[in-house]
């Protein structure tokens, strides 16, 4: 059977914040100029925003830009920030520190970044953007001259083998003048592409988090609206970058997470269970108590900044949001990064489209934004606690927020990616986790069952294995597996470990976070998309 196509003057992939920006803009200089541009999004989740994950405290910055009269239109931002509050964790103690100036969040909203998504996908298709949801785009297609042309969506219904079932429906290709790629961090087609076009070439290698998140209902008497509280410290050791995260929302609801940086050394670390663990503090674990989690999920984050930005731009299309990787990594924030990149674009995409060939070079333009001074202003944090630890990082920050004001003369670079960083098994000293108990913390496979992760078993797995003999030659042998240890959804397991051991892979339980792809130390592990519409389904997140 062969692929039906369809044409469009833009294709955007991924119905994030950052793709849904880009078709609104684009309909909106349309409407302004009195001309008509055919944009479509696809998403690989069942519905937009059922793969959307993040804290989130939204700064309203491009928002405002972008749809100004936002609260008229009900934008689900229902909860401001009222009080910042900022902790060291000893294992037993906690102490408050002052809150750096990146992370005031007066002005901003805690917001579920799920329903944020939502409700701009009824914006776009107010404005005549198709929106297809549940159509992962799984291929790049190109044209005879090398020239991106469009994507193709993944077949349906091939069965586990690679075989046709009675269900199997062929792709469908997208053609578009250009092609704007906003898949989130780490995408699949975007790292192709990348690779194809060179486009990290003369820039410092993407470093990464993990973020593990949880939505409580707590008892009403301990909540607080618009309370944010951030952690650094224990359980993590003072190498390991990392922290935490705990916004109350409203309808007694709190948001919590746990960030860890994947450049950590220990390949026994896990953390999902750092998570756990962190809830376990005696200055975090009452608010907790009474309550009831709600769901789960995990997603990788771009922690790299202005050091790591690729080339944004090919022929025929463009990296746009966390794709590219525009996340503020001092202020834990990526959304107004990744709208304002999106906005940037699609105006340059727009002022082009009548060109023959299109351009989507938008780099130039977008470094006389704001967005483009902060990521300057916060360029030497986050590598300064890979240089020097926890205790040093904060110290050199202060330096560089008050005397430098970020900016200072100089640059720290990154120079290995996070699956370089790893020490051999017999070079660390294993550690031992709690078991959860059921109150405060949890098991993987508890926490994969509130995420309402679902894909179709009869189907080709989505992890794949470069050469099935190096997870254990090399990952087992050398480094214990660490792939057991870091995938949060328990993915990954090691069977008959004192016979002979083999690598099982439970796809079904894929959170979809891209953790294994990043982290495997010799990148044997590839992610790629499944079927579309599986994945994780997140109310609320």
């Known amino acids: 059977m062969s692929r039906e196509s369809m044409e469009y003057d833009v294709v955007i992939v991924g119905a994030g914040p950052a793709g849904l920006t880009a078709a609104i803009r684009l309909k909106q200089l349309a409407a302004e100029a009195g001309r008509e541009v055919s944009v479509c999004v696809l998403e690989k989740g069942s519905e937009v925003g059922a793969h959307i994950l993040s804290g989130a405290c939204l700064e309203p910055t491009a928002l405002n830009e972008l749809i100004p009269d936002w609260k008229e239109r009900g934008a689900p931002l229902n909860t401001p920030a009222t009080e910042d509050r900022f902790l060291f964790l000893t294992e037993t103690k906690s102490i408050t520190l002052p809150n750096p100036p990146q992370m005031h969040n007066h002005g901003n909203y805690i917001i579920s970044l799920g329903n944020f998504a939502r409700w701009l996908g009824t914006q776009a298709e107010e404005l005549g953007v198709e929106i297809y949801p549940g159509f992962a785009a ?6 005879e001259t090398g020239r991106v042309k469009g994507v193709a969506t993944g077949d349906m219904g091939v069965g586990r083998e690679g075989e046709h079932t009675e269900a199997y429906q062929p792709g469908m290709e997208l053609h578009g003048k250009v092609t704007v790629f906003a898949e989130g961090c780490r995408g699949s087609l975007s790292k192709q592409l990348s690779a194809h076009f060179n486009l990290r070439d003369g820039v410092d290698p993407q470093s990464y988090g993990i973020g593990i998140k949880e939505l409580w209902e707590i008892d009403p008497a301990k909540h607080q609206p618009g309370l944010i509280i951030h952690t650094v410290g224990w359980p993590l050791d003072t190498s390991t970058y990392g922290g935490s995260f705990l916004y109350h929302l409203e309808n007694n609801q709190v948001a919590v997470g746990f960030v860890v940086g994947l450049d950590y050394q220990n390949p026994t670390l896990s953390p999902f269970e750092e998570f756990q ?9 009452s608010t907790f108590e009474g309550g009831r989690r709600i769901s789960y999920g995990a997603r990788a984050l771009n922690e ?13 299309g ?3 949001g966390c794709a590219a990787g525009f996340l503020n990594t001092p202020k834990i924030k990526g959304t107004h990064t990744s709208m304002k990149s999106a906005m940037t674009a699609a ?6 489209l009548d060109n023959d060939s299109v351009s989507a070079d938008y780099r130039a333009p977008l470094e006389k934004t704001w967005l483009w001074d902060e990521l300057v202003k916060a360029r030497n944090i ?5 240089k020097w630890g926890l205790l040093g990082g904060i110290a050199y920050s202060a330096i560089d927020t008050y005397l430098f004001a970020g900016r200072a003369p100089w640059t720290f670079r990154y120079h290995h990616g ?3 960083t790893l020490k051999k098994k017999t070079e660390i000293t294993p550690i031992k986790y709690p078991k959860p108990d059921g109150v405060v913390s949890f098991d993987r496979l508890s926490s994969v069952f509130i995420s309402n992760t679902n894909h179709e078993e009869n189907q080709p797995v989505h992890l794949q294995l470069k050469n099935p003999d190096i997870a254990i030659s090399v990952n087992w042998n050398t480094y214990g597996s660490p792939e057991q240890h870091f995938c949060p959804a328990g993915v990954y397991e090691i069977i008959d470990q004192t016979t002979k051991p083999r690598l099982q892979i439970n796809a079904q339980n894929c959170v979809h976070c891209k953790t294994c792809d990043i982290k495997d130390p010799t990148q044997n ?15 609320n997140m």
């Open 138 to 143: 799984a291929e790049v297609l190109f044209d």
């Open 277 to 285: 663990r962190y809830k376990t503090h005696p200055a975090i674990r």
């Open 304 to 316: 790299g900044g202005l050091q790591a930005i690729p080339n944004l731009s090919f022929p025929g």
């Open 318 to 320: 463009c990296l746009v």
């Open 347 to 352: 105006e340059t995409i727009f002022n082009n």
């Open 382 to 386: 986050r590598p300064s606690f890979a």
């Open 418 to 420: 996070d699956n370089e």
């Open 525 to 539: 592990i590839n992610w790629v998309v499944p079927e579309g519409g599986g994945g994780p389904n997140y109310p």
